[in-house]
């Protein structure tokens, strides 16, 4: 079957790093992807990976362990914006996302 | 347009009502998708169209129904609405023509069904 877990809810302080992970099992796999999505509103692209290792987008990185069904997002030099909840997907054997309940980023001054 | 748009922004229907959410993309995209999001739980695929004039079913497709008879739009139908329907709604669509590019979202349609 295919599952995807990441934490419900985590808190960060303003100008700090969080690190927000994501496992999967899956029996086949595309890549895996993370959103955000900030209340009330419609999900939004961050970062793609397919293959292992750790990928850089400014103050955002997003890590892939294949072998180890393994994701996170790196989220540094926190501001207030960056409250939002952050969905990780991986993209199965049909090239259909496969979603995690999202991960609710509260960030406290 | 600019994007994807969805119509209405949101709805309250009394059940056994029939609906139509619409959806219209104008960047020429493939592959369209239906997604309802509720409290706890991930994103869930409805229906979804991976070329106009053909449609396949999600992980959710039970008491919902789509078409696809051009490539910009996508709507959806609730034959007979339940309350466990209530949800938010979002369309996507498909950047490019490969297989594992990205997924683009309309606004949602935030549904009430009593």
């Known amino acids: 079957g295919q599952n995807i877990d990441q934490p419900t809810e985590m808190t960060a302080t303003e100008g700090a790093i969080v690190q927000i992970n994501c496992t999967y099992q899956?029996?086949?796999?595309?890549?895996l992807f993370w959103y955000q999505q900030h209340a009330g509103e419609a999900p939004t692209f961050l970062s793609y990976n397919v293959l292992d290792g750790l990928e850089e987008k400014g103050r955002f990185s997003s890590f892939l362990s294949r072998s180890k069904g393994y994701s996170y997002l790196l989220l540094k030099e926190l501001q207030m914006k960056d409250s939002a909840s952050y969905l990780c997907a991986h993209m199965d054997s049909n090239y259909q996302l496969i979603w995690g309940a999202g991960t609710k980023l509260i960030i406290k001054p | 347009i600019a994007g994807i748009t969805q119509a209405p922004t949101s709805q309250i229907l009394a059940a056994g009502r029939r609906m139509t959410l619409r959806c219209t993309q104008d960047m020429r995209h493939n592959a369209m998708y239906w997604y309802r999001q509720d409290l706890g739980l991930g994103l869930r695929l409805i229906h979804y169209?991976?070329?106009?004039?053909?449609?396949g079913k999600g992980e959710v497709p039970d008491g919902y129904s789509v078409s696809r008879a051009n490539t910009d739009d996508f709507p959806l139908t609730l034959a007979s609405a339940v309350p466990s329907q209530t949800s938010v709604y979002f369309c996507?669509?498909?950047?490019?023509?490969?297989?594992?590019?990205?997924?683009?979202f309309g606004p949602g349609t935030r549904l009430t069904v009593l």
């Open positions: 996507a669509s498909k950047g490019g023509n490969g297989d594992t590019d990205t997924q683009y």
């Open positions: 169209s991976n070329t106009a004039g053909t449609t």
């Open positions: 899956t029996s086949g796999f595309n890549g």
